[in-house]
């Protein structure tokens, strides 16, 4: 069955850093493009950062451009998001997100608070 499963979350202090894993069970990451959304209370689901299958490319949301760094495991089969001077309106629930022809796969999250 295949699934992907987020860790890493919890509560850091603004300008403190965490990292998030997205790990894999039934197939193999590194031949997908994986993406990282997060959604905030009250707020829509946002794109935060991908890596592509072809070439290890990134994008980042302009919000995190500079702070956060996408990069993929192949050893550990997970995908990770280093986020560095966190922010309090970083403060989000964090998804994985593979698509894989007509299947859309999301993990269950992984909540990230910044708060003095």
Same mark, same amino acid.
């Given at each position: 069955?295949?699934?992907?499963?987020?860790?890493?979350?919890?509560?850091?202090?603004?300008?403190?850093?965490l990292? $998030?894993?997205?790990?894999?069970?039934?197939?193999?990451?590194?031949?997908?493009?994986?993406?990282?959304?997060?959604?905030?209370?009250?707020?829509?689901?946002?794109? =935060?950062?991908?890596?592509? +299958? #072809? &070439?290890?490319?990134?994008?980042?949301? &302009? +919000? =995190?451009?500079?702070?956060?760094?996408? #990069?993929? &495991?192949?050893?550990?089969?997970?995908?990770? $998001?280093q986020?560095?001077?966190l922010?309090?309106? &970083?403060?989000?629930?964090?998804?994985?997100?593979m698509?894989?022809? =007509?299947?859309?796969?999301?993990?269950k999250?992984?909540? =990230?608070?910044?708060?003095?």
């Open positions: 069955q295949l699934q992907l499963v987020e860790s890493g979350g919890g509560s850091v202090q603004p300008g403190g850093s990292r $998030l894993s997205c790990a894999a069970s039934g197939f193999t990451l590194e031949n997908y493009a994986i993406g990282w959304f997060r959604q905030a209370p009250g707020k829509e689901r946002e794109a =935060v950062s991908c890596i592509s +299958s #072809s &070439d290890d490319s990134t994008n980042y949301a &302009d +919000s =995190v451009r500079g702070r956060f760094t996408i #990069s993929r &495991d192949n050893a550990k089969n997970t995908v990770d $998001l986020m560095n001077s922010k309090p309106e &970083d403060t989000a629930v964090y998804y994985c997100n698509v894989a022809g =007509v299947m859309n796969y999301w993990g999250g992984t909540l =990230v608070t910044v708060s003095s």
